[in-house]
């Protein structure tokens, strides 16, 4: 028999026995589905790349001091990094920030954003939709205001009207025209809906010393040249700065990263290595019991089997025609597992939609999804079949013939393989059981956890103060003074406060040193 006519058996058998086939291929299926709906989200989230031209390419730049401590980067280092790099096509600076967006006819709203250099969209490969692109003469000393806006500001709050281009908007203190909007989703790289050239920062900004590092920039490796290359002459650069300027750049030099590293972190990806290997568990004990299913079959083919084997069929022949009923199963299972797969997909996606998903990370099928299925579905059906296959290929054909099918040696050998794939199966189950329970017992104690404050009566508020309002720290404190003595005068109000952070929220790194310890 050829593989083609194995497959026809095949399918008339699985046929025939259609109650054991909706059973295997439906706890098949859970375990396949599972793996490929999980799959698919790793797939977005690490496998695939940003959605630029040759996004490989594109990293960050940061500062690395000698203890491998990242920081961000000023203005004047970023300017000597970039008219000394030849290893690096383009580089833009970036900072980030909010920004109070007003118009004459529309109320006022706060959006993210960010001040840029010209050459921001053109090194990352983006074109607007509408417009134009920042030109040179837009980042020079003294260009004129201009801004770009998302596409989603441009229908949310413009209603989608071409006419927007020239229009005149206010932005933290600042009149812009409008020049460009780009394309749908583009909230990059921190869900930014506006940008503005480095030109319009505020001069308390500009005028920042070297040593003020509150910036991150973004760069296209050259032609040809490989990440390593990159790093090894920025260093140098760094080495050369630090020889210049000893008092702000000791031992400090910029440091490219991969840009797509930066955005997912590495929590984020061993969370999600772990969830991909939690569901390989579920489908390794979902393959033990439908191996122990095809042991119990076999028992009723052994008959069969001694006939196929008298008549002169070798013991390959049996094994790849077992095999061909397995795999032909797994891929039935893979069916409806990639319907539950979909179904598990559309719900993590809109679990997802209000919670900051970065625009790109698209929860979407590719040929890489199907590779993995396909993968699947023939390693399972080889996994769970093996076992029968060659305990049905070993039976003894004179015992078998002689017995009517009812073989003491093939009985033990039997309860051999089924008690060996019952120990794998359990001993599976109590370690998918146990990181469950650890899991499961570390989200409820953060959950529950006292934090020794009542926030039952505590309200918070958020607010940013423009630069170009308030550039002195002395109308900045004051603001702050009288922000929080009105509303401690309020009869409502028990108490008030201004914190930078809130508790429990974090705060900007600072490194400090120890005078008698100057090596920590």
């Known amino acids: 028999m050829n593989l083609l006519q194995d497959l026809r058996y095949a399918v008339r058998l699985l046929l025939k026995d259609r109650w054991f086939t909706a059973i295997a291929a439906i706890v098949l299926a859970l375990g396949i589905g599972a793996n490929n709906a999980v799959f698919t989200i790793v797939n977005a989230v690490l496998l695939r790349s940003l959605p630029f031209p040759n996004s ?16 961000g980067i000023s203005l004047a280092d970023f300017d000597d990094w970039r008219s000394s790099s030849r290893t690096l096509s383009g580089m833009s600076l970036v900072f980030g920030g909010s920004f109070n967006v007003s118009d004459e006819g529309r109320i006022a709203e706060r959006y993210a954003g960010s001040y840029v250099s010209a050459n921001y969209f053109k090194m990352i490969g983006i074109t607007p939709i509408l417009g134009r692109d920042f030109g040179p003469e837009d980042d020079g000393p003294g260009g004129p ?15 989608s009207d071409p006419k ?17 909007v780009v394309r749908q989703g583009l909230g990059f790289p921190q869900q930014e809906q506006v940008w503005l050239p480095m030109s319009q920062l505020p001069p308390a900004l500009r005028q920042q010393p070297r040593q003020a590092r509150n910036y991150f920039g973004i760069a296209r490796l050259a032609s040809g040249v490989t990440l390593d290359q990159a790093r090894a002459e920025l260093n140098a650069i760094g080495g050369a700065l630090a020889s210049g300027y000893p008092d702000t750049n ?9 840009l797509q590293r930066l955005i997912i972190g590495p929590q984020i990806r061993l969370l999600f290595w772990a969830l991909l290997g939690a569901v390989g568990f579920v489908l390794l004990i979902a393959c033990s019991n439908v191996a122990n299913l095809l042991l119990a079959r076999a028992a009723r083919r052994t008959g069969e089997m001694s006939v196929r084997v008298a008549i002169g069929a070798s013991r390959w022949q049996i094994v790849r025609q077992l095999l061909t009923e397995s795999v032909l199963l797994a891929f039935v299972a893979g069916a409806l597992g990639l319907l539950l797969s ?24 590719d040929w890489r999804t199907f590779g993995f299925l396909f993968a699947v579905c023939i390693g399972t059906g080889v996994l ?14 004179n015992e078998t013939l002689k017995e009517g099918g009812r073989s003491g040696s093939t009985g033990i050998r039997a309860r051999r393989w089924a008690n060996g794939l019952i120990v ?20 409820y104690e953060m959950y529950n956890r006292e934090i020794g404050i009542d926030t039952s009566r505590v309200l918070t508020m958020q607010l ?45 790194s600072r490194q400090i040193e120890f005078a008698a310890r100057p090596d920590v």
């Open 384 to 397: 769970f079949g093996l076992a029968p296959a060659l305990h049905v290929s070993r039976t003894n054909v």
């Open 250 to 258: 000791k031992d400090l030099a910029p440091y490219p990263d991969p």
């Open 342 to 365: 979909v179904a598990g997909i559309r719900w993590f996606d809109s679990e997802l939609q209000n919670v900051g998903r970065p625009w790109w990370m698209v929860f979407t099928m």
């Open 424 to 443: 794998a199966q359990l001993a599976l189950t109590l370690v998918l059981l146990a990181g469950a329970g650890f899991m499961m017992r570390s989200f």
């Open 56 to 71: 490989e390419q594109l990293v960050v730049l940061l500062t690395r001091d000698a203890r491998g401590r990242q920081s």
């Open 164 to 180: 927007v281009l020239g229009t005149q908007i206010r932005l933290n203190g600042i009149t812009a025209t409008v020049i460009g």
């Open 464 to 508: 940013i103060l423009p630069v170009r309002k308030y550039p002195t720290t002395e109308s900045r404190t004051k603001f702050m003074e009288q922000a929080e003595e009105r509303p401690s005068a309020a009869p409502d109000i028990e108490a008030a406060s201004i914190a930078t952070n809130v508790p429990g929220g974090g705060g900007g």
């Open 145 to 159: 205001p201009v801004v770009m806006l998302a596409n989603a500001v441009w229908q949310q709050r413009y209603g």
